[in-house]
């Protein structure tokens, strides 16, 4: 079975640039979850979809991130303007569903770098 | 708030030692909790999931235990092997939430061959 995909595997762009992020969640997966890994802060949930709603975006740094899922088998994060600080790995994770307690599954991750 | 310490930071043993990864967490309201590996340049792959309600759980030469009364889960990997090289992550749910993850910082192992 394919995993959860996600692309670009690797970003390099400039300060200022819009930054789209792709996540192909686990056919059937019904919870949609993007995260960011940076040294500092660890693993932090972004944002949180169950049955393409956002449920939960707390975790949005600012008004300049934004996140999408127009289908059950498509997200996007869009970083507008993108700036140094957000260079870091973001995940994208689906689970079957969130009450039944299933366990999260991962994508390789997007390295963003912004120079 | 939740918060999960992994000991050791670091580990490096020899092929073929068993060994124990430690976890603790201070919230005990929890509806599971997670072990996972990350490889470099990769994502979390989940390795057991153990219910609130469970004590334990085994998969292959992994076993995790939970004892939610002393917030401590312990992950045993016997017969260890070169391709165990990872960072081992204590995952739960915090606040109550049940998608809310706290993680743990890991702990690096390093299987010499």
């Known amino acids: 079975d394919a995993g959860v995909i996600q692309s670009p595997r690797h970003e390099v762009t400039e300060m200022g640039q819009e930054v789209t992020l792709r996540c192909k969640p686990i056919?059937?997966?019904?919870?949609l979850f993007w995260y960011r890994q940076t040294m500092m802060r660890g693993l932090e949930l972004l944002i949180y979809?169950?049955?393409?709603?956002?449920?939960?975006d707390s975790g949005m740094p600012e008004d300049r991130f934004s996140a999408k899922m127009p289908n059950a088998s498509f997200s996007t994060l869009k970083i507008q303007p993108s700036e140094p600080r957000d260079s870091a790995v973001y995940f994208c994770?689906?689970?079957?569903?969130?009450?039944?307690?299933?366990?999260?599954?991962f994508g390789d991750g997007t390295r963003l770098s912004i120079l | 708030k939740q918060e999960v310490t992994q000991i050791p930071a670091a580990l490096s043993v020899p092929e073929g030692e068993n060994l124990v990864l430690n976890c603790s967490f201070t919230?005990?309201?929890?509806?599971?909790l997670q072990w996972f590996r990350q490889d470099p340049g990769k994502g979390l792959t989940s390795l057991l999931l153990?219910?609130?309600?469970?004590r334990e759980q085994t998969s292959g030469r992994l076993n995790a235990s939970l004892d939610k009364s002393s917030g401590r889960s312990t992950l045993y990997i016997a017969a260890s092997q070169p391709g165990d090289s990872a960072t081992y992550l204590c995952?739960?749910?915090?606040?109550?939430?049940?998608?809310?993850?706290?993680f743990g910082k890991g702990t690096l192992l390093t299987v010499n061959p």
């Open positions: 994770a689906s689970s079957l569903e969130v009450a039944g307690n299933q366990p999260q599954h």
């Open positions: 056919s059937g997966h019904n919870s």
């Open positions: 919230d005990s309201a929890i509806y599971n």
């Open positions: 995952v739960l749910p915090s606040g109550g939430s049940n998608y809310k993850l706290t």
């Open positions: 153990i219910q609130s309600s469970q």
């Open positions: 979809f169950n049955n393409n709603v956002p449920i939960d």
